[in-house]
């Protein structure tokens, strides 16, 4: 086994970035960035209520989750054809690439699109065809997660999943996301009986700005497999102690958190007291292009906020490749990867 000790303080900056992680946590049009909004306007003559990519990023000042999502959705309106949702995931990867992340679950919300028109199967095609072109170009592994959007009504989370039948081989399970403020798990009981009938994984965002409760929920009526947050399981210790001794895997996202006020300052943030508590942390960037960082940037930022360490960096790094639901195998090999970097560092000591 490595020796974690062995690295020098100063160099963890650079194994945060070359270290191989999966990012289990990213909306993919969360990471559709104002240049490409405004190029994606001009070649489908979408009308933006901004002059320009600068007007438009000075917008991205947050107060809650709520005042994020408006802008979110704004956003979307200009993806509308299949190459559309290719070019967006597309330079997602790229960036990915750059990170060293060797596996992403992308999160997409297809109520966004077909509620404006757009043909459920261009949505997924799009996405689909990007992640097929990242393993074989980028040697990236990615699957989808299609989301449904929990301030709509059950009754139409379970007609796009049925609509999205036609596709089912092109993604590996389903979510739920949108305002969580009075829209609690339990409202969507029936559809996530019908997902995990048609062997869908299942995960929800619960406890971002929610209550504990709602984690409750999402574990006992979702039967979820990852908490998306989870970071309100704090107020809770008999949530806490659930988590920690099922090894509940938490996708949480600091730089998230910090644009949309959860915590003041990252310095505040509790991924390390939920470190410290023995939960399944990993870390993730929701929504890259609004919050100001992806993966790596969420890495180095929290470890200098928060003082973090390297064994700490080894922990959220595996956590993150075991909670994936990528084949066994592959997990295997990244687990070794993994490793490898990490006796590199120390060796070179
Ligand atoms: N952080 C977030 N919480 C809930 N829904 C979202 N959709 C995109 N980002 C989200
Ligand atoms: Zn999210």
Same mark, same amino acid.
């Given at each position: 086994? %490595?020796?974690? !000790?062995?690295?020098?303080? /100063?160099? $963890?900056?650079? &194994?945060?970035?070359? =270290? @191989?992680?999966? #990012?289990?946590?990213?909306?993919?049009?969360?990471?559709?960035?104002?240049?490409?909004?405004?190029?994606?306007?001009?070649?489908?003559?979408?009308?933006?209520?901004?002059?320009?990519?600068?007007?438009?990023?000075?917008?991205?000042?947050?107060?809650?989750?709520?005042?994020?999502?408006?802008?979110?959705?704004?956003?979307?309106?200009?993806?509308?054809?299949?190459?559309?949702?290719?070019?967006?995931?597309?330079?997602?990867?790229?960036?990915?690439?750059?990170?060293?992340?060797?596996?992403?679950?992308?999160?997409?919300?297809?109520?966004?699109?077909?509620?404006?028109?757009?043909?459920?199967?261009?949505?997924?095609?799009?996405?689909?065809?990007?992640?097929?072109?990242?393993?074989?170009?980028?040697?990236?592994?990615?699957?989808?997660?299609?989301? %449904?959007?929990? !301030?709509?009504?059950?009754? /139409?989370? $379970?007609?796009? &999943?049925?609509?999205? =039948? @036609?596709?089912? #081989?092109?993604?590996?399970?389903?979510?739920?996301?949108?305002?969580?403020?009075?829209?609690?798990?339990?409202?969507?009981?029936?559809?996530?009986?019908?997902?995990?009938?048609?062997?869908?994984?299942?995960?929800?965002?619960?406890?971002?700005?929610?209550?504990?409760?709602?984690?409750?929920?999402?574990?006992?009526?979702?039967?979820?497999?990852?908490?998306?947050?989870?970071?309100?399981?704090?107020?809770?210790?008999?949530?806490?102690?659930?988590?920690?001794?099922?090894?509940?895997?938490?996708?949480?996202?600091?730089?998230?958190?910090?644009?949309?006020?959860?915590?003041?300052?990252?310095?505040?943030?509790?991924?390390?007291?939920?470190?410290?508590?023995?939960?399944?942390?990993?870390?993730?960037?929701?929504?890259?292009?609004?919050?100001?960082?992806?993966?790596?940037?969420?890495?180095?930022?929290?470890?200098?906020?928060?003082?973090?360490?390297?064994?700490?960096?080894?922990?959220?790094?595996?956590?993150?490749?075991?909670?994936?639901?990528?084949?066994?195998?592959?997990?295997?090999?990244?687990?070794?990867?993994?490793?490898?970097?990490?006796?590199?560092?120390?060796?070179?000591?």
């Amino acid at each position: 086994m %490595f020796k974690v !000790h062995a690295i020098p303080p /100063e160099r $963890l900056p650079e &194994l945060l970035s070359l =270290m @191989p992680k999966a #990012e289990l946590h990213i909306h993919i049009e969360g990471s559709l960035e104002p240049e490409l909004i405004f190029a994606l306007a001009k070649r489908n003559d979408v009308q933006l209520p901004y002059a320009d990519v600068a007007a438009l990023r000075s917008a991205y000042a947050f107060t809650n989750l709520q005042s994020f999502l408006d802008l979110y959705y704004a956003g979307a309106s200009v993806l509308l054809h299949e190459q559309d949702f290719y070019d967006m995931a597309w330079a997602y990867f790229e960036k990915a690439k750059a990170d060293h992340v060797v596996r992403a679950e992308l999160f997409f919300d297809p109520q966004t699109h077909t509620a404006r028109g757009v043909a459920m199967g261009a949505v997924i095609e799009g996405l689909s065809r990007a992640c097929r072109d990242a393993h074989t170009q980028l040697g990236i592994s990615a699957d989808l997660i299609l989301c %449904f959007l929990r !301030h709509l009504s059950e009754d /139409e989370a $379970l007609a796009t &999943l049925e609509e999205a =039948m @036609p596709w089912r #081989e092109h993604f590996i399970g389903v979510g739920l996301d949108s305002s969580e403020l009075g829209h609690p798990p339990e409202k969507f009981a029936r559809v996530f009986a019908r997902a995990r009938e048609l062997g869908l994984h299942c995960v929800a965002h619960a406890g971002e700005e929610g209550p504990p409760a709602y984690i409750w929920g999402a574990l006992d009526v979702l039967q979820v497999e990852r908490i998306d947050h989870g970071v309100q399981a704090i107020h809770d210790a008999g949530l806490m102690q659930r988590l920690a001794d099922s090894q509940m895997p938490l996708t949480v996202c600091p730089l998230s958190n910090l644009k949309l006020c959860v915590f003041k300052n990252l310095a505040d943030h509790n991924l390390g007291q939920m470190l410290d508590a023995g939960l399944c942390i990993t870390l993730n960037s929701d929504d890259p292009a609004y919050f100001g960082g992806y993966l790596n940037d969420n890495y180095l930022q929290t470890f200098a906020a928060l003082h973090l360490n390297a064994q700490q960096a080894y922990k959220l790094a595996a956590n993150s490749i075991e909670a994936s639901f990528a084949p066994e195998a592959d997990k295997h090999r990244w687990m070794h990867e993994l490793k490898a970097c990490f006796q590199g560092f120390a060796e070179q000591d």
